[in-house]
């Protein structure tokens, strides 16, 4: 999308699940319709394992997004609000689909075409539990638990491709959303065809296993007769935060480099 397309926060799904994310771990706060920043010291102070798993696992077991409002090709009567939270249902769906991942091999890419054709034959009810009548009305309002039609944007939609544009849809926003926004999948498009594999630590932190690099030790932090900080790798984001307070940065592209000024002491 370009950006003189863009209206509104909502335009960008992106922007909106990091806002929703930022303010479920209390780094931001909304007084009075603005959003205020709040002290990060104590989020970055803990191990990066433990954020990653933070934020994960804020998508997978809360209501915090809903795919379902995003998916590309469907319309839901009525209308539901962008920040819908997701129902017990969306939630299951999440989990179902990180478990499908986890079975597959982690080095490969996978179209994701082929992805969620395979998941239906696993999960043939991913989204829609049996006690909501027969699959044919399953889309219609009264026979799902989201209270919703669920329409093509152009067209009818039909029982027989149902599952593919909702369900498959819902499994695409998830794979190419939240999973990719978080770095745990990467995704590529090659002929219309989008792709993706699993990052390197994506089993990780969607496990409870411990990282062999938890009790990695601090850099150090140089302070030169003329004023300036050097901080040698590895540098924690909770040292940045603190050096970004009452330092003026210089750079951060090989080694962290600060300056103490007058100026940057006093603000």
Known sequence: MRTEQVRA???????LFLRLLLLKLGLLREHNGVLVAMPARAYFSQPLLERARRCYRLWLETPLWNELVYLPEVALRPTPSPMEPAQPEIIQGHQAIVARLLYEQSNRWYDVTT????????LPNLLFPRQYGPRTERYSMGSNPYGWDFRLRRGWLMPREGWYQVEGGFIRAVLTGPLHWLGLLETRTEEK???????????????????????????????????????????????????????????????????????????
């Open 9 to 15: 926060e909502t335009d960008i799904p992106h922007m």
């Open 193 to 267: 065809h989008t792709f993706v594999r699993q990052s390197s630590g994506f089993a990780l932190i969607a496990s409870d296993a411990v990282s062999e690099n938890a009790g990695e030790s601090p850099g150090r932090l140089i302070v030169q007769p003329n004023f300036e900080l050097v901080a040698l790798a590895p540098v924690s984001e909770a040292l940045l935060i603190g050096l970004d307070r009452f330092a003026e940065r210089v750079s951060l592209e090989h080694v962290a480099q600060y300056r103490l000024t007058k100026a940057s002491i006093t603000s």
């Open 115 to 122: 992805f969620v054709a395979r998941t239906k034959l696993y």
